[in-house]
């Protein structure tokens, strides 16, 4: 069965300083990790996804096969990025998103 | 280019009674999945449909289903709703089921059952 793991509901970082989000997961097969972000009174949203390994909004996030882990890191946290953030897992075929309990980001001024 | 939309945006029914949630896809997708995002539970896969036909479906009872009309828009139909099936309801929509496509999602439906 395929898992996902936020283990942090909730985090607040000081604006400047460096977040990092956490994401484990459970999967046997080669998976394919996602994460999305929810804006406050906006839709969920694709933020990055490992396989294309961009960088967006400054965000970076590296895929641990051996740790079982997708970690989202910024280095200089802004303001605008306050939000929902959820860690996703997907497989080919199915086309079913697993998706983690969700981390609320508040950057602090 | 519009998006993903949903209707109704709220809708209230009581336990038994059934519900039915629209979604329009992205003009051009021909994939549309269904999420229940109920509280503290984040969001867990209802189905996927695809071309019309249902192509994956989660772990929930038969009494969740939906059908995808011929222009891709689909139904999610809940019937003898329990009090637990209170949640934000996603569907997103995706371009095809070649290797792994974005999915967009919408707003949602907040359903409350009474």
């Known amino acids: 069965a395929q898992r996902v793991t936020q283990p942090e509901k909730l985090l607040s970082v000081f604006k400047g300083a460096p977040v990092e989000l956490k994401c484990n997961y459970s999967?046997?097969?080669?998976?394919?990790l996602f994460w999305y972000v929810q804006y406050s009174r906006q839709r969920l949203q694709l933020l990055l996804r490992?396989?294309s390994r961009e960088s967006i909004k400054g965000f970076t996030a590296d895929l641990n096969k051996g740790e079982t882990s997708f970690h989202l890191k910024k280095p200089f946290a802004q303001e605008e990025d306050s939000a929902m953030y959820y860690c996703?897992?997907?497989?080919?075929?199915?086309?079913?998103?697993?998706f983690g309990t969700g981390t609320r980001l508040t950057i602090i001024p | 280019e519009a998006g993903v939309t949903q209707s109704p945006t709220h809708l209230i029914k009581t336990r038994g009674q059934q519900a039915t949630l629209r979604c329009s896809p992205i003009?051009?997708?021909?994939?549309v999945y269904w999420y229940q995002q109920a509280l503290g539970l984040g969001l867990q896969f209802l189905l996927w449909?695809?071309?019309?036909?249902?192509?994956n479906r989660g772990n929930f009872p038969p009494r969740f289903s939906g059908r995808q009309f011929p222009n891709y828009s689909s139904e999610l139909n809940v019937n003898a709703l329990e009090l637990e099936d209170s949640a934000l309801y996603l569907c997103?929509?995706?371009?095809?089921?070649?290797?792994?496509?974005?999915?967009?999602f919408g707003p949602g439906t907040r359903l409350t059952v009474l």
């Open positions: 490992h396989i």
């Open positions: 449909y695809d071309e019309g036909e249902e192509r």
């Open positions: 997103a929509s995706s371009s095809g089921t070649s290797g792994y496509n974005e999915q967009f």
């Open positions: 996703a897992l997907g497989n080919f075929g199915n086309e079913k998103l697993t």
């Open positions: 999967y046997s097969g080669s998976p394919e």
């Open positions: 003009s051009g997708h021909t994939s």
